[in-house]
T-cell receptor, first 111, second 116 residues
Framework: GEDVEQSLFLSVREGDSSVINCTYT??????LYWYKQEPGAGLQLLTY?????DMKQDQRLTVLLNKKDKHLSLRIADTQTGDSAIYFCAERPSYGQNFVFGPGTRLSVLP | EAGVAQSPRYKIIEKRQSVAFWCNPI?????LYWYQQILGQGPKLLIQFQNNGVVDDSQLPKDRFSAERLKGVDSTLKIQPAKLEDSAVYLCASSLDYQPGRYEQYFGPGTRLTVT
């Protein structure tokens, strides 16, 4: 079955880079996603990557995908206090199947 | 553009009572999703509609949960009777379509349900 794992907490200093890691189990996953959830709000899609890509960069965000190890990471450059939130990794195992979310990583940005 | 609306934002009920949640998706979005998010966990899909038809309800506890989207726009999710383990945030999301990677899901703020 599908399972997505993440470390639950991460603390960084403002201005440093944050790296949030995720592992997934379904090798048929064709799309992998990162969502951000701020307190009291719904989830916001940050970025997604196709399984035939190794890297995707979007402004301060860099996504790295290692298909062999089934490992996905999200790097946030120059982390700001506004980046404090819970970050969810999600996989979509195959076309038409629905998202499986990880437990979320709570990112705390210290001044 | 207005986002996904949900009401109520908070609800406290006793076990064995019933409760209903309402969702209004973004105008023109054909696909609507209901998720259950238990504290400390990621969202789990309960049911997915394409217009007014059900695409996937494999994880919906059908003995107590029901959902409808009669006119292909608004949707309601009902729990009857509620159990303590139903305490969670219920998230509604919508997208233009459900093909992977092409259509972003937009989430509402959620309804926080507490069952005592």
């Amino acid at each position: 079955g599908e399972d997505v794992e993440q470390s639950l907490f991460l603390s960084v200093r403002e201005g440093d880079s944050s790296v949030i890691n995720c592992t997934y189990t379904d090798s048929s996953s064709t799309y992998l996603y990162w969502y951000k959830q701020e307190p009291g709000a719904g989830l916001q899609l940050l970025t997604y990557i196709f399984s035939n890509m190794d890297m995707k960069q979007d402004q301060r965000l860099t996504v790295l995908l290692n298909k062999k190890d089934k490992h996905l990471s999200l790097r946030i450059a120059d982390t700001q206090t506004g980046d404090s939130a819970i970050y969810f990794c999600a996989e979509r195992p195959s076309y038409g199947q629905n998202f499986v979310f990880g437990p979320g990583t709570r990112l705390s940005v210290l001044p | 553009e207005a986002g996904v609306a949900q009401s109520p934002r908070y609800k406290i009920i006793e076990k064995r009572q019933s409760v209903a949640f309402w969702c209004n998706p973004i105008s023109g979005h054909a696909t609507l999703y209901w998720y259950q998010q238990i504290l400390g966990q990621g969202p789990k899909l309960l049911i997915q509609f394409q217009n007014n038809g059900v695409v996937d309800d494999s994880q919906l506890p059908k003995d107590r949960f029901s959902a409808e989207r009669l006119k292909g726009v608004d949707s309601t999710l009902k729990i009857q009777p509620a159990k303590l383990e139903d305490s969670a945030v219920y998230l509604c999301a919508s997208s233009l379509d459900y093909q992977p990677g092409r259509y972003e899901q937009y989430f509402g703020p959620g309804t926080r349900l507490t069952v005592t």
